[in-house]
């Protein structure tokens, strides 16, 4: 499978983390690699990146595109990001970073892998965990979790009005047989929002965000790596973190108005956002903040 993933404001990040030749840097999303390779690359032979990504897919591309451009100045590690503190230690022994980066959510490859069931495009399992070895699975939490839990991820995840009548219709439907397709659960949510020609978004859009973010537990993992963020960094590191959701971005928020002028200095006052040139060729970046602190 080809992994193609275009970063998201990559320029940026490279000027809020600002490596320099002998660098140490952490990169909690790896994705496609691209913060990887461009820190890798400033950063030099004398400099080092770690990173970390739950998908073994994100590894495997990342280990053959490194490999090809000659950096052997990565160290990747396959962990989820709660883990930060564990994984830093195991690469850097007693030492602090110049810089950790955070690019939330999922990249575009696992959007488009076929045995995942990111895309409502097709009829694939439901799966939406990041990594294998998941606590929690999409399919569970259809079939399992109670009309109560269900509308309130709907509403809260997914800021879906219907959230209500989809989860009522889950309850109805799974009575009969299980839901067990990303179709089977398009062809419910469809009953509910019909599909329109004028909507910029399929129906089941926010529905499917909401399952993501519950499968990987994705609001609570990053307070969690937020604060062992703050502890890895040296005084003047950077922490730089890109989030699509409002409840991811609120949460960065908090944890730096938190912390401002005792723990951090905040480099951006308002979260930056794409430019409208970046915005109009990436779709997926349309919806990126990015926040940015350093460390005093
Ligand atoms: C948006 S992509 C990152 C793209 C990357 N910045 C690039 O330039 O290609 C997000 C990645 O983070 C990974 N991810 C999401 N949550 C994670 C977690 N809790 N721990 C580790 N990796 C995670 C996903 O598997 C995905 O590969």
């Given at each position: 499978?080809?992994?193609?993933?275009?970063?998201?404001?990559?320029?940026?990040?490279?000027?809020?983390?600002?490596?320099?030749?002998?660098?140490?840097?952490?990169?909690?999303?790896?994705?496609?690699?691209?913060?990887?390779?461009?820190?890798?690359?400033?950063?030099?032979?004398?400099?080092?990146?770690?990173?970390?990504?739950?998908?073994?897919?994100?590894?495997?591309?990342?280990?053959?595109?490194?490999?090809?451009?000659?950096?052997?100045?990565?160290?990747?590690?396959?962990?989820?990001?709660?883990?930060?503190?564990?994984?830093?230690?195991?690469?850097?022994?007693?030492?602090?970073?110049?810089?950790?980066?955070?690019?939330?959510?999922?990249?575009?490859?696992?959007?488009?892998?076929?045995?995942?069931?990111?895309?409502?495009?097709?009829?694939?399992?439901?799966?939406?965990s990041f990594g294998p070895d998941n606590e929690l699975s999409t399919e569970k939490i259809v079939n399992f979790y109670s009309l109560l839990e269900l509308t309130k991820i709907f509403r809260e995840y997914g800021e879906e009005k219907q959230a209500y009548r989809i989860?009522?219709?889950?309850?109805?439907?799974?009575?009969?047989?299980?839901?067990?397709?990303?179709?089977?659960?398009?062809?419910?949510?469809?009953?509910?929002?019909?599909?329109?020609?004028?909507?910029?978004?399929?129906?089941?859009?926010?529905?499917?965000?909401?399952?993501?973010?519950?499968?990987?537990?994705?609001?609570?993992?990053?307070?969690?790596?937020?604060?062992?963020?703050?502890?890895?960094?040296?005084?003047?590191?950077?922490?730089?973190?890109?989030?699509?959701?409002?409840?991811?971005?609120?949460?960065?928020?908090?944890?730096?108005?938190?912390?401002?002028?005792?723990?951090?200095?905040?480099?951006?006052?308002?979260?930056?956002?794409?430019?409208?040139?970046?915005?109009?060729?990436?779709?997926?970046?349309?919806?990126?903040?990015?926040?940015?602190?350093?460390?005093?």
């Open positions: 499978m080809i992994y193609s993933h275009v970063p998201v404001m990559l320029k940026e990040i490279i000027s809020f983390l600002d490596p320099k030749i002998g660098g140490k840097f952490i990169d909690c999303t790896l994705g496609g690699a691209g913060y990887t390779r461009a820190i890798a690359e400033l950063v030099g032979e004398k400099g080092k990146v770690l990173g970390i990504d739950l998908d073994e897919l994100a590894l495997e591309n990342a280990k053959r595109l490194l490999k090809e451009k000659k950096l052997n100045n990565v160290e990747l590690v396959r962990s989820n990001f709660k883990n930060l503190n564990e994984v830093a230690e195991s690469v850097f022994p007693g030492e602090l970073v110049d810089g950790i980066v955070f690019d939330l959510g999922l990249s575009s490859a696992q959007l488009d892998d076929e045995a995942r069931g990111f895309s409502f495009k097709g009829e694939r399992a439901l799966d939406m989860a009522k219709k889950i309850v109805e439907t799974r009575k009969k047989k299980k839901i067990k397709t990303t179709s089977d659960l398009c062809t419910l949510i469809e009953e509910i929002i019909p599909i329109r020609a004028w909507s910029k978004i399929h129906p089941a859009t926010k529905v499917f965000q909401a399952l993501r973010m519950e499968t990987n537990k994705e609001l609570e993992v990053l307070a969690e790596a937020l604060e062992q963020a703050e502890k890895r960094l040296k005084i003047g590191g950077r922490l730089v973190v890109v989030s699509f959701h409002s409840g991811e971005d609120r949460i960065v928020k908090n944890f730096l108005r938190d912390r401002k002028g005792k723990d951090f200095n905040i480099l951006t006052k308002k979260p930056l956002i794409p430019g409208s040139f970046e915005a109009s060729c990436n779709k997926r970046a349309r919806s990126a903040k990015l926040r940015a602190a350093q460390k005093i």
